[in-house]
């Protein structure tokens, strides 16, 4: 998977499983675009769009007949791979986990590493956001949280999965958006869920206060996140296709990195949209671990857009630590076009924004033990009143 970052790789001829693995189904921008539809730069409109209209899925199917095998769970089936020499053991990262909020029963479908722990247990690292939420309800009434668990499945319902939507928005509904209305669930056995088309569906619950270590696992930057305690998944029910693919994730890899931070490009945009209407595109790039380092062009239409610009992008996404403003006629896609806006068109004293002591990323190994980072904001963008000089001759030929 490292020496081919941006192929989708199948591995066959396992040696402890039957089963093959994929890797790398979304491990470009331009995979992304395809499976939904859009070219690379609207990708992050098409994102907005989703969100804002999610669409009810009302078409079911039976898990029995979706899928050729339904047994008793055995993760030792699955080949789980090991990544790195100090990870905790076999992880699960292409997992997506479906629930219901006990209060409300709305759906959550959101994905999660999982460390094996037995052939039907698993823990599971859940930031406090909304299956957090979730399981939080379940266990003060001292009940279990019924989940279901997908794996491997079409890239932008995957990717609808990583959206940070509200608590009230159900992310599948937002991914049958991108499938234009034609979404079909599978109905589950032993739980009242629904997941989507996938390869491998596990169904179990997250039990109420038990916790086990999770890690040591790689994060979006390549070093190791802390351990921790986190909840305890106890499985019941395991269904998967015949000649199934086994979805893998590499932690730190491209697939990794778009899926968790490309869904932030589209809030990032729609805050600096409002501070300066004529945003043109962000971009969170993959040297920026898709989470650090954000790319932003613009139209500039009076001097001082380019710092505002920054603010807004900082403000939006509290992990973003360096920004990079450009012109229009910069091409936030290529790195090599940004280090020529930065080379061409920033004054070191003038263009420089350093804002110490903000809370930042706790990925981002600078951080302090408060959590806190400096932010710095690059405006790159051509001074208003001397467009001609800045002019990119090439361009205009
Ligand atoms: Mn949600």
Redesign the pocket.
């Known amino acids: 998977m490292r020496k081919h970052p941006r192929d989708t790789i199948i591995f066959q001829n396992i040696k402890e499983a039957e089963m093959k693995v994929v890797s790398g189904i979304c491990n470009t921008r331009e995979k992304i675009a395809e499976s939904m539809s859009v070219d690379v730069s609207g990708i992050n409109m098409r994102i907005i769009e989703a969100i804002e209209n999610p669409l009810v899925i009302d078409t079911y199917q039976e898990a029995g007949k979706y899928f050729e095998i339904s047994k008793d769970p055995d993760l030792a089936e699955l080949p789980v791979p090991m990544y790195y020499r100090k990870d905790g053991g076999p992880y699960i990262t292409a997992g997506v986990i479906i629930a219901k909020d006990p209060d409300t029963g709305v759906r959550?479908?959101?994905i999660h590493r999982m460390l094996v722990l037995g052939k039907d247990r698993l823990t599971a690292r859940i930031v406090p956001?909304?299956?957090y939420t979730y399981h939080q309800r379940a266990e003060a009434n001292d009940e279990p949280l019924e989940i279901a668990i997908a794996i491997g499945m079409n890239p932008a319902t995957l990717l609808a999965t990583t959206t940070s939507?509200?608590?009230t928005?159900?992310?599948l509904e937002v991914a049958n958006n991108f499938h234009n209305g034609e979404m079909k669930l599978i109905k589950c056995e032993t739980v009242d869920l629904e997941a989507p088309e996938c390869e491998i569906l596990l169904e179990g619950k997250i039990l109420p206060h038990e916790r086990a270590q999770e890690g040591p696992f790689v994060d979006l930057t390549d070093t190791y996140d802390v351990i921790r305690q986190e909840p305890v998944i106890k499985l019941d029910k395991m269904h998967y296709r015949a000649n199934t693919l086994y979805h893998a994730i590499m932690p730190a890899g491209n697939e990794h990195k778009l899926l968790q931070g490309l869904p932030q490009e589209p809030r990032i945009y729609k805050a600096v949209q409002n501070t300066v209407p004529t945003v043109k595109n962000v971009l969170l790039t993959e040297g920026g671990c898709c989470w650090l380092h954000a790319a932003v062009s613009i139209q500039k239409q009076t001097q001082g857009d380019g710092k505002n610009v920054i603010m807004a992008a900082l403000a939006a996404h509290p992990s973003l630590k360096h920004c990079v403003v450009v012109d229009e006629d910069v091409d936030i896609f290529d790195v090599e076009d940004i280090e020529y806006a930065m080379a061409t068109r920033v004054k070191g004293d003038e263009d420089i924004l350093i804002v110490p002591r903000a809370r930042g990323s706790s990925l981002d190994p600078c951080a302090t033990p408060e959590g806190t980072t400096t932010k710095v904001g690059v405006d790159a963008t051509k001074p208003i009143d001397k467009k001609e000089k800045f002019a990119r001759v090439s361009q205009t030929l």
Do not use: P
């Open positions: 959550n479908a959101s956001r909304h299956l939507v509200s608590i928005t159900d992310e």
